[in-house]
């Protein structure tokens, strides 16, 4: 097959699994297989760059940084919507429709999922997307098309080739925003608040290399403009569903005594929903009833938000008490008295950071408003002032730490990162702080580190109070009996922990970073960063020269992950723990063949076959220090087979079928730029 054919079928192929995962929902393709993809697309534009063109899945990365920012007029106003938020307002709606209509008119209507995240338009001419902008004011929003260009479940190509402007709606699924949330904390960066804050947030970064790392969806929910192709706003949809666009809305034509039914059959499907609806949009579908009832300056006359209730309960806040984290943090949580929401049974609730407590002026003793809004935990919202006694007390952040009793220190939060919020962090400096200890050895214990099962709350409570364990390379050097001594600890219980701690010491070097929780590090960065440096002790032996260079080189890693890095190889603490691993054999180097070094080979995979001058293990060695990739039969993906004597004709044969390249063992030294070792 030539590369151009090549292409055309990786980059079929690679579109179709963005859309069966981020449209439909649905998807066959394990991530490895699907990077592999990538990866071979990526080689095959580097060996061809005429193949790469701008709506190729390769420019899903992001392009360069937005310097400043560029505004763009809309054709038509981006409008709100109406609201309404009881049934006679809804009713309200409708006398003003039925009025503003001729007689021999009778509306139908179309009834929506309000999504929750922010609002998007985006012009397709000539069947790529040409323009992305944000509503903005209304009239003029900021142009934002390489953020949109990186979000999978816009189609970068549809069969159609006018000019159409669609408008739709930026989310982020709720598991994605969980996953989100989980990575942020192992970077030491703060939560979002929901989806709906971290979605607004990234359509509008400056970087689009950043955007592409959110896990950003777009649902269309209006055809704005270009050939009126249909009469209504259901076939619209139907539409732009057969190009390929996301609209997965689910929407009713119906007449208006059933549109409550409607809505109320979305209010209670709404908590089995991917992404957050905050509300049901009512639709008149004809267009050409739109156009008879018009808008208003700031709404259309023809559409309304019909809001849901937000789950919200009132309660007594009985007590903030002070959580101290991983790194110190200090946080303030509520206790509040018991109340049923959405539900469950409530009895804490977050506060986010003493700011908010200040701004909000909540006291302890005060009827408060606790809300859950995609958050797990659900978040004090309001006081109610009216229920006030005067026996209320403000809250101050401690000035000691309430773990070990240090000074606290305040600092002031990323200035960058606006839609955290701004006041100061209050920390614990103490590196040795019990709580702090604690919250490590969870962290270091969590599934997506080294996962370590049985190990509870209670045990490592009792572990580090009676100071059995005061980091991480401790838990290395308890015994079963050692553990079954300590109270509430069966023997039975006993050797299940130790033998989960023993099976995790077996964990990859990418587990074992992303446990030790190096500042800005996440799961993903930390597998990049094992790739690289294959063992501790390497790192470890590393000058920080070394290291710079090492981490500096790796994909996507910026300024202040390199730098944490090297900060955190360079802290003497962190070293001795580290150090006390290495020796205690905790870690396994990361598999050879993952290590994606760059190199003459990279982007290729092989698969080695026959009799060859070397043994078989060696010449894989070489293709790997190459930047080569290895496999060991040969499948669809494979780019070469190297043949030795007595070649098996099936592997022949397989390598036709799937048009993989046949070279001899001194051809394969040849790619290499290196002569066959004698
Ligand atoms: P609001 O900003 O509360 O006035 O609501 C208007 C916004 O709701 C629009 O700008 C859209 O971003 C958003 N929206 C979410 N889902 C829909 C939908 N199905 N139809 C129209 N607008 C929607
Ligand atoms: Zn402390």
Same mark, same amino acid.
């Given at each position: 097959?030539?590369?151009?054919?090549?292409?055309?079928?990786?980059?079929?192929?690679?579109?179709?699994?963005?859309?069966?995962?981020?449209?439909?929902?649905?998807?066959?393709?394990?991530?490895?297989?699907?990077?592999?993809?990538?990866?071979?697309?990526?080689?095959?534009?580097?060996?061809?760059?005429?193949?790469?063109?701008?709506?190729?899945?390769?420019?899903?990365?992001?392009?360069?940084?937005?310097?400043?920012?560029?505004?763009?007029?809309?054709?038509?106003?981006?409008?709100?919507?109406?609201?309404?938020?009881?049934?006679?307002?809804?009713?309200?709606?409708?006398?003003?429709?039925?009025?503003?209509?001729?007689?021999?008119?009778?509306?139908?209507?179309?009834?929506?999922?309000?999504?929750?995240?922010?609002?998007?338009?985006?012009?397709?001419?000539?069947?790529?997307?040409?323009?992305?902008?944000?509503?903005?004011?209304?009239?003029?929003?900021?142009?934002?098309?390489?953020?949109?260009?990186?979000?999978?479940?816009?189609?970068?190509?549809?069969?159609?080739?006018?000019?159409?402007?669609?408008?739709?709606?930026?989310?982020?699924?709720?598991?994605?925003?969980?996953?989100?949330?989980?990575?942020?904390?192992?970077?030491?960066?703060?939560?979002?608040?929901?989806?709906?804050?971290?979605?607004?947030?990234?359509?509008?970064?400056?970087?689009?290399?950043?955007?592409?790392?959110?896990?950003?969806?777009?649902?269309?929910?209006?055809?704005?403009?270009?050939?009126?192709?249909?009469?209504?706003?259901?076939?619209?949809?139907?539409?732009?569903?057969?190009?390929?666009?996301?609209?997965?809305?689910?929407?009713?034509?119906?007449?208006?005594?059933?549109?409550?039914?409607?809505?109320?059959?979305?209010?209670?499907?709404?908590?089995?929903?991917?992404?957050?609806?905050?509300?049901?949009?009512?639709?008149?579908?004809?267009?050409?009833?739109?156009?008879?009832?018009?808008?208003?300056?700031?709404?259309?006359?023809?559409?309304?938000?019909?809001?849901?209730?937000?789950?919200?309960?009132?309660?007594?806040?009985?007590?903030?008490?002070?959580?101290?984290?991983?790194?110190?943090?200090?946080?303030?949580?509520?206790?509040?008295?018991?109340?049923?929401?959405?539900?469950?049974?409530?009895?804490?609730?977050?506060?986010?950071?003493?700011?908010?407590?200040?701004?909000?002026?909540?006291?302890?003793?005060?009827?408060?408003?606790?809300?859950?809004?995609?958050?797990?935990?659900?978040?004090?919202?309001?006081?109610?002032?009216?229920?006030?006694?005067?026996?209320?007390?403000?809250?101050?952040?401690?000035?000691?730490?309430?773990?070990?009793?240090?000074?606290?220190?305040?600092?002031?939060?990323?200035?960058?990162?606006?839609?955290?919020?701004?006041?100061?962090?209050?920390?614990?400096?103490?590196?040795?702080?019990?709580?702090?200890?604690?919250?490590?050895?969870?962290?270091?214990?969590?599934?997506?580190?080294?996962?370590?099962?049985?190990?509870?709350?209670?045990?490592?409570?009792?572990?580090?109070?009676?100071?059995?364990?005061?980091?991480?390379?401790?838990?290395?050097?308890?015994?079963?009996?050692?553990?079954?001594?300590?109270?509430?600890? /069966?023997?039975?219980?006993?050797?299940? *922990?130790? #033998?989960?701690?023993?099976?995790?010491?077996?964990? +990859? %070097? !990418? $587990?074992? @970073?992303?446990?030790? /929780?190096?500042?800005?590090?996440?799961? *993903?960065? #930390?597998?990049?960063?094992?790739?690289?440096?294959? +063992? %501790? !002790? $390497?790192? @470890?032996?590393?000058?920080?020269?070394?290291?710079?260079?090492? *981490?500096? #080189?790796?994909?996507?890693?910026?300024?202040?992950?390199?730098?944490?890095?090297?900060?955190?190889?360079?802290?003497?603490?962190?070293?001795?723990?580290?150090?006390?691993?290495?020796?205690?054999?905790?870690?396994?180097?990361?598999?050879?063949?993952?290590?994606?070094?760059?190199?003459?080979?990279?982007?290729?995979?092989?698969?080695?076959?026959?009799?060859?001058?070397?043994?078989?293990?060696?010449?894989?060695?070489?293709?790997?220090?190459?930047?080569?990739?290895?496999?060991?039969?040969?499948?669809?993906?494979?780019?070469?087979?190297?043949?030795?004597?007595?070649?098996?004709?099936?592997?022949?044969?397989?390598?036709?079928?799937?048009?993989?390249?046949?070279?001899?063992?001194?051809?394969?030294?040849?790619?290499?730029?290196?002569?066959?070792?004698?």
């Amino acid at each position: 097959m030539n590369p151009a054919q090549r292409h055309a079928e990786l980059v079929r192929e690679i579109d179709a699994h963005n859309y069966r995962y981020y449209v439909l929902d649905d998807t066959v393709v394990t991530d490895a297989d699907f990077d592999k993809l990538l990866r071979e697309l990526t080689a095959l534009e580097e060996a061809h760059p005429d193949l790469r063109t701008p709506d190729s899945p390769t420019q899903r990365v992001g392009g360069e940084a937005r310097s400043q920012v560029a505004q763009v007029k809309h054709g038509t106003r981006m409008m709100s919507l109406d609201n309404a938020y009881a049934p006679d307002e809804l009713a309200e709606f409708h006398r003003r429709v039925v009025e503003g209509l001729p007689d021999a008119e009778t509306p139908r209507f179309c009834v929506e999922p309000k999504l929750d995240g922010a609002s998007v338009e985006v012009v397709y001419d000539g069947g790529r997307v040409v323009q992305a902008s944000t509503r903005g004011d209304g009239t003029i929003g900021e142009e934002i098309t390489e953020n949109v260009r990186t979000i999978r479940s816009v189609p970068l190509r549809i069969p159609h080739t006018g000019r159409i402007t669609l408008r739709g709606e930026i989310i982020i699924y709720r598991r994605d925003h969980d996953a989100l949330n989980t990575e942020r904390e192992a970077q030491g960066l703060e939560p979002f608040a929901n989806p709906r804050n971290a979605a607004a947030g990234a359509v509008r970064m400056l970087d689009p290399r950043e955007v592409a790392r959110r896990p950003l969806r777009a649902v269309f929910y209006h055809l704005v403009e270009g050939p009126r192709l249909h009469a209504t706003q259901h076939e619209s949809l139907e539409w732009l569903e057969a190009q390929g666009l996301p609209t997965h809305l689910r929407q009713t034509v119906i007449a208006w005594d059933e549109v409550a039914a409607a809505i109320d059959v979305i209010d209670r499907a709404r908590a089995t929903y991917p992404f957050e609806t905050d509300g049901a949009v009512i639709k008149v579908d004809a267009y050409r009833q739109q156009d008879m009832l018009g808008m208003t300056s700031k709404f259309p006359k023809w559409a309304i938000a019909y809001k849901f209730k937000a789950e919200q309960a009132r309660t007594r806040l009985l007590a903030i008490t002070v959580q101290v984290g991983r790194t110190g943090t200090l946080t303030p949580v509520a206790s509040v008295d018991p109340v049923e929401l959405a539900g469950t049974t409530v009895s804490r609730a977050t506060l986010h950071n003493a700011g908010m407590i200040e701004a909000l002026d909540i006291r302890v003793g005060d009827m408060v408003f606790i809300q859950k809004a995609g958050e797990v935990i659900p978040q004090v919202t309001g006081v109610d002032v009216t229920a006030r006694t005067g026996t209320e007390e403000k809250f101050r952040m401690p000035a000691l730490c309430p773990s070990c009793g240090t000074p606290v220190a305040r600092e002031l939060r990323d200035a960058d990162k606006p839609e955290l919020g701004l006041g100061a962090a209050t920390r614990c400096p103490n590196r040795a702080c019990p709580e702090q200890v604690k919250q490590r050895i969870f962290y270091f214990s969590r599934r997506f580190a080294m996962d370590v099962d049985h190990l509870g709350t209670a045990l490592v409570d009792q572990l580090v109070e009676q100071g059995i364990v005061k980091d991480m390379a401790d838990l290395y050097s308890l015994t079963a009996e050692r553990i079954a001594v300590l109270a509430r600890m /069966g023997e039975k219980s006993a050797q299940n *922990v130790f #033998a989960s701690i023993e099976r995790s010491k077996a964990s +990859t %070097l !990418d $587990r074992l @970073l992303c446990g030790l /929780g190096i500042p800005q590090i996440g799961q *993903v960065a #930390a597998r990049q960063l094992a790739e690289e440096m294959h +063992t %501790l !002790d $390497r790192m @470890l032996s590393m000058s920080a020269d070394e290291a710079r260079e090492h *981490v500096g #080189a790796i994909h996507g890693f910026g300024p202040k992950m390199v730098d944490s890095v090297v900060a955190f190889l360079a802290d003497p603490d962190q070293r001795e723990l580290m150090r006390k691993l290495v020796k205690l054999g905790v870690g396994r180097p990361q598999p050879r063949d993952e290590v994606a070094t760059d190199g003459p080979l990279k982007g290729m995979t092989f698969c080695v076959t026959g009799v060859l001058s070397r043994k078989r293990e060696e010449v894989h060695a070489d293709i790997r220090a190459a930047g080569g990739e290895v496999h060991d039969s040969v499948k669809k993906t494979t780019t070469v087979l190297v043949a030795g004597d007595k070649t098996g004709k099936s592997k022949l044969d397989q390598a036709k079928k799937y048009g993989t390249k046949v070279v001899t063992e001194p051809q394969l030294y040849d790619m290499m730029g290196a002569p066959a070792a004698s």
